[in-house]
């Protein structure tokens, strides 16, 4: 292989390292709220669990309206992760309708510390 072929190679390999990289350690912060059998059924624990263990940051409380809103922040890729779980698994007993996200942003830093349930 000569010189030429070998660097450019290795310009692309480092290229779509940093690419993959950079996404991955993009901050997303992101709002949801998720419909259905959501309420009485260890959702926002559940939740909260979820959360943490993806080590994301952010909020969830029950709304009036018979929902689940929060708030998720974190690295893009567990940021995505997370809307799946919500849009797909929650707790055991939920009966997920739909998810909603809105007001995704990319951010330079974390604005909370934890994954809160609030009440």
Known sequence: MSRTVLFQSLVISVLLLKT??????????????V?????????????????????????????QAGTVQG????????????QEWLRSTGSPQSR??????????TID???FKDFRVVH
């Open 71 to 82: 708030q998720l922040q974190g690295p893009a890729l567990k940021v995505r992760k997370m």
């Open 109 to 111: 830093k974390l604005d």
């Open 96 to 105: 997920i309708s739909k998810a909603e996200f809105n007001n995704e942003k």
């Open 20 to 33: 993959i990289t950079m996404s991955e350690e993009e901050l997303l912060s992101v709002d949801y709220e």
């Open 35 to 63: 419909y259905g059998r959501v309420q009485g059924v260890f959702f926002r624990k559940y939740t909260q669990s979820e959360g943490k263990k993806l080590g994301l940051v952010g909020w969830v409380q029950n709304t």
